[in-house]
Every structure is written in C-alpha cells, then in structure tokens.
C-alpha cells in the first residue's frame, strides 16, 4: 500500500451548487493513470480520523472534485471549510483496472452524476497524450446547474463527442427530452467502456451494453454508494 502524504490547498472552485473542485500541492507526486483514484484522509485533534475515496479529476496532478454530502465525515469540510493553504493527506494513486491508456480503439464513456470526475480525467489525458482516439461521453445529471467542467465540455474538442442526457429538467432547446439512460443513448459494439456513478445507475448501464451486444469483458465500471466513499 502507498504511504499516506501531505498535502496543501492550492486552489479551489465552485464546481455545481453541490460540488468543489480542489487542486493540490503535492511535492513528488509520482503521476498516476487516468482513472484512478486517492484516498483522503482528515484528522481531528482528538485523534479521530475519517477517510473517503475520490477520483483524481486531471491528466497530472492531484486534483480532485468532491460532491457534497450532508450528513458525510470527510466531503462537508472539503466543500464548505478547506481553504487555500490548509493540509490534509492523501494516499495513492490507486486502482489498475478502472483506467485508460492511449489506444486506438474508440471508448464510450458512461457517467452518472459525479461519476463524471474519473472521464473527464480520461478526456483530459487524451488532449494531454495528444491522441486522436475517438471518445463519446454519454453523462446522465438532473438539470443543466449540475454539469461538472461545463466550461470544457460545452466547448468543441475534435474526437469527442458529447451526450447530455437530463433526467428531470433539460434546458430549452434541447434535442432529447428529460429522461432516464436507454439503449438508443448508448453506442453499438466496438468500443472499450467505461461506466461510472452510483450503483443502480451502473448496473443498469451495463444491462443495456449487454444487451446492445457489447462484451461483458470490454466494460469496466466503477460505482460509488450513499457515503460517497
């Protein structure tokens, strides 16, 4: 297992109404694969320790963005009271299956909510890796306040395609009605899937990947519960 590290607040925005996105200092940072993850680890001064797993958000660095839940140990302190130059530690990176290394073969990225975070990572390393692998994020969110990294999804990126599925509110001129993911939403097989978000969400989707034709083998997911841990 990987040492437990400091780090230091560098920066940090307002991601959704619900969700920040924190970039940290992290001094010999060995780099990690897109897709992978860190734990977190905040420490009280009695002693007492809580720790939740969250996905890196980049191509390099330690960026993460946490959603806020409201009865959670770990995610209310990063959203509401970390501030530039407070420290916590970290542990990672972590995880070899849920990730993506340049190849050839097109990926069909399917998130649900914050099950955002590790694609955009992918999306990010791509530009990054300068590869011309074409990618389609299919994200499923609630309403048009709570899309992550608006600024770079909504704007062209040649080799990726982006799909907005709304389930409850889709903003006015929107081609597809709100709604829950569906087989038509999904691409045919051939391409290298990734699904992540909470776990009825996951497991749906790969009910209808399945079903479309894709191999079980080509779809990796990552799921997260309730905690958010």
């Not at 899937?193 to 497991?203: H, K, L, N, Q, W």
């Not at 749906?204 to 990552?222: C, K």
Request: one cysteine or more; hydrophobic letters at 40%.
């Amino acid at each position: 297992m990987t040492r437990w590290r400091p780090v230091r607040l560098a920066r940090a925005h307002d991601e959704t109404p619900g969700s920040r996105t924190l970039v940290f200092d992290a001094p010999g940072w060995p780099g990690h694969l897109p897709g992978q993850h860190v734990d977190v680890r905040l420490t009280a001064t009695d002693g007492y320790t809580a720790r939740r797993s969250y996905s890196l958000a980049g191509a390099v660095g330690v960026e993460l963005t946490v959603e806020r839940i409201d009865d959670g140990e770990v995610s209310p302190y990063l959203t509401d009271q970390l501030r530039v130059g407070d420290q916590v530690e970290i542990r990672g990176p972590i995880g070899g299956w849920f990730v993506w290394r340049p190849a050839a073969a097109p990926v069909l990225l399917v998130s649900g909510g914050a099950g955002i975070v590790p694609m955009m990572a992918m999306i990010r390393a791509r530009r990054e890796a300068g590869v011309d692998t074409p990618f389609h994020l299919v994200h499923s969110l609630r309403s048009p306040d709570r899309l992550h990294y608006a600024s770079e999804l909504l704007r062209p990126d040649p080799g990726v395609r982006v799909s907005l599925l709304y389930t409850r509110e889709a903003p006015g001129g929107h081609p597809r009605p709100p709604g829950r993911l569906t087989a038509a939403d999904l691409d045919p097989p051939g391409a290298a899937c990734f699904v992540c978000g909470p776990t009825d969400f996951v497991e749906a989707a790969a009910d209808l990947l399945v079903g479309l034709g894709h191999d079980p083998g080509v779809i990796r997911t990552e799921r997260f519960g309730p905690s958010g841990s």
